[in-house]
């Protein structure tokens, strides 16, 4: 999953992104109103944290006009502005949800997994296919009895993969959600992380459930018979 943060305080932004990274999440910095509009206009992110005050262009004013353009990335408020009227406005303006600050971190990221969970995909912390269970919580995987070690990219490529079974993802559709960089070189790179976890995934001799379709990309479904 590809989230935006949209922070003006350096310190604070960094710890974001290395926090959710650690939680295998791809993660893009704005620190600048303008800029993190630009980028949520050009990007799809499955979620964006917005901070209140940013200079050029505050976040009511960002997920305003994300809003009026039919976007709809679920948006976290992040923010010091703790009255009543402020969280109302944020609400009513489109936001997903409010977190005042000072903030405990695992309370962010609670935050961060039930909005991510409201794409209509999965209501729970335990995506399943076939014999495959992936926990989005303790980021446990396991293939029937077997537990199954992934380095956080391997982890996110099976997460967004679960994420849409059945479904032929493209190398770009995959480089967009998966990489918090340009999706432009990284053919041959999505390509050796398939691999790799397709190898994991079949250490115990189990049938092969990722697909590839050439020329078209990836697809998570049954084995072929």
């Known amino acids: 999953m590809r989230i935006l943060v949209a922070e003006d305080h350096p310190g604070l932004a960094e710890d974001l992104k290395q926090g959710l990274e650690k939680n295998h999440y791809a993660v893009d910095l704005a620190h600048d109103g303008e800029d993190a509009l630009a980028m949520a206009l050009s990007i799809p992110y499955d979620l964006i944290v917005l901070d209140v005050l940013l200079p050029s262009l505050n976040g009511f004013d960002i997920c305003k006009q994300l809003r009026k353009k039919q976007s709809i990335v679920p948006i976290l408020f992040l923010t010091a502005l703790d009255d009543l009227d402020s969280r109302v406005n944020g609400l009513d303006m489109g936001g997903d949800d409010y977190l005042t600050k000072p903030f405990a971190f695992r309370e962010f990221e ?37 537990t199954i070690s992934l380095s956080s990219k391997e982890y996110a490529l099976l997460e967004f993969l679960m994420h849409h079974p059945r479904q032929v993802l493209s190398r770009t559709m995959i480089a967009e959600h998966v990489w918090d960089y340009d999706a432009e070189h990284l053919s041959n790179v999505i390509d050796v992380y398939i691999r790799y976890l397709r190898n994991k995934l079949c250490a115990a001799g189990e049938p092969d459930i990722i697909h590839t379709l050439r020329g078209r990309g990836y697809q998570l479904k049954e084995p072929e018979a």
């Open 110 to 146: 609670a935050r961060v997994r039930a909005l991510l969970r409201r794409d209509g995909t999965t209501r729970t912390t335990e995506l399943t296919f076939l014999d495959l269970t992936l926990n989005t919580s303790t980021h446990d995987v396991r293939r029937s009895a077997r």
